[in-house]
């Protein structure tokens, strides 16, 4: 059954560009990314159906147009040539059928012969209480718009109605999917299910969680799984969901680890080693990866995570809310995964600064700063009134005022700072030490917000440093 351009999806199209065409006037918004893919409006979460297909790079993600605020997602689209462009494309996917009646849900994509083919999570929510969860196919041909296809698999026994974010990927001619589930026993699990004909899906088996493979923990339940091979070994990426306490109250963490070792494809069975945490920053979650037409391993994130604080980014006053995280390439070096931008963010550098001293600033709302062969001093980066970057010989601290309650915040990532990359747009900041060892991810906002206070990058240390600075010009 095909569902184009239904009566349901035209009334849903209608009242999202009535919105749009009263939203508040962008070119006064300061916290506008210029070269980071933000939505035009709405909320924008998880990158969904990464690929490269018929000539350029398609990020898709989950949006809700209706409302700076999580509700029945839909699946926004974007193109880009070089990366760092990005060319708004019609919506993809909006919630119109019985299927997906809450949402459509996180999803991938999977090139075959000439179809860039979706997988995605048709999200329904009962009245009564409870929930189901369908996996559906969509596809896209070359210059045509994203056609329905309609659920390939049902909940499966064992699982509650969280069972979602499939990710597809081809192997040796078949096809294999994992997705992200929660128990009867409350537990956090990822299945993978096996298909050659993309339509009929058979169980595979449990890959990952408590009770597997040797690993113990008590995740409730693992969001936005993504296997994928890398050099000879597999990468399991997860975001499992628990609990923490916080000022007396138990909320959820919203992290993203990754776990390296060897798929076997006939029993699902996934050793490996322990896991390793993707971020040190303060907004980074449900990441995707895909391979481009060079086989390079990319990763999008969303620069974002849905906590208490999230209502309180200042860009809803401007009409929309998170962006992506630049693209980073994955590699594999001596059994740990490295996460560095791709070289085409290179292509935005101009007018470079060198630097040799103890404080100096570089000015500029988008911009990039290198520090190498750092050793152990103390260093100060400040990037803005609410943001700054301490390193000392215990490891790299991510400070931060909260958006509620305005008090400082830190995340530490423990460990010998070598070397520094920084990435700034206008209200982003990706930093990436000892060559993408590790990476804090964090969005900021505050007083002086791009008025004087705001330096761009004010460096300081006691002892001398060399630094290397460049605008970044679209
Ligand atoms: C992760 C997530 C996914 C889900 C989507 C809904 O951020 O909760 O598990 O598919 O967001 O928007």
């Not at 993504?226 to 138990?250: Q, S």
Request: charged share 20%; with cysteine; proline share 4%.
């Amino acid at each position: 059954m095909k569902h184009t351009h239904s009566l349901a999806d035209q009334r849903y199209i209608n009242e999202v560009l009535a919105l749009a065409l009263n939203q508040a006037n962008q070119a006064q918004d300061p916290y506008r990314p210029v070269w980071h893919f933000a939505p035009l409006f709405g909320l924008l979460n998880d990158p969904n159906g990464l690929a490269h297909f018929n000539g350029e790079y398609h990020l898709f993600y989950q949006w809700n147009p209706k409302a700076c605020a999580h509700g029945a997602k839909a699946w926004g689209h974007a193109t880009s040539k070089d990366l760092f462009t990005w060319q708004h494309q019609p919506l993809a996917l909006a919630p119109t059928q019985d299927y997906e009646t809450h949402g459509c849900y996180s999803g991938s994509g999977l090139i075959v012969d000439d179809t860039l083919e979706l997988f995605y999570t048709g999200n329904v929510k009962f009245a009564e209480g409870g929930r189901t969860a369908y996996q559906c196919r969509a596809s896209l041909e070359a210059g045509k718009q994203v056609e329905k296809k309609g659920i390939v698999l049902s909940l499966p026994d064992g699982y509650s109605g969280h069972v979602r974010d499939p990710k597809v990927w081809v192997h040796q001619e078949r096809y294999y999917m994992v997705l992200g589930a929660e128990d009867l026993n409350y537990q956090g699990k990822v299945l993978a299910f096996v298909s050659d004909d993309l339509e009929n899906w058979h169980w595979l088996g449990e890959v990952f969680g408590d009770g597997l493979n040797g690993y113990h923990c008590d995740d409730f339940m693992l969001e936005c799984p993504d296997l994928f091979p890398l050099e000879n070994r597999h990468v399991l990426i997860t975001c499992p969901k628990n609990w923490l306490e916080r000022d007396g109250k138990k909320v959820e963490t919203f992290d993203v680890t990754y776990h390296i070792g060897d798929f076997d494809y006939q029993t699902a069975a996934f050793n490996h080693q322990d896991g390793v945490l993707m971020d040190h920053g303060f907004d980074f979650y449900a990441p995707q990866t895909f391979a481009d037409q060079d086989g390079r391993r990319i990763l999008f994130g969303w620069m974002g995570k849905p906590d208490e604080y999230e209502a309180y980014q200042p860009s809803i006053q401007h009409g929309w809310v998170h962006q992506m995280t630049c693209p980073r390439e994955l590699t594999l070096v001596n059994g740990r995964l490295k996460q560095n931008p791709v070289m085409e963010l290179t292509h935005m550098r101009q007018h470079q600064q060198v630097f040799k001293g103890l404080s100096t600033c570089f000015d500029g709302l988008s911009g990039e700063l290198q520090l190498h062969n750092l050793q152990n001093e103390e260093l100060l980066i400040e990037i803005a009134e609410d943001l700054r970057i301490e390193v000392d010989s215990k490891g790299l601290r991510t400070v931060r005022r909260n958006l509620k309650n305005h008090q400082w915040q830190v995340i530490e990532w423990p460990g010998r700072v070598n070397s520094l990359q920084l990435l700034r747009d206008h209200s982003s900041l990706e930093v990436f030490i000892n060559e993408g060892e590790a990476v804090a991810t964090s969005r900021f906002f505050g007083k002086g917000f791009g008025a004087k206070a705001d330096k761009g990058f004010k460096l300081s240390s006691k002892h001398e440093l060399s630094a290397i600075y460049w605008q970044l010009v679209k």
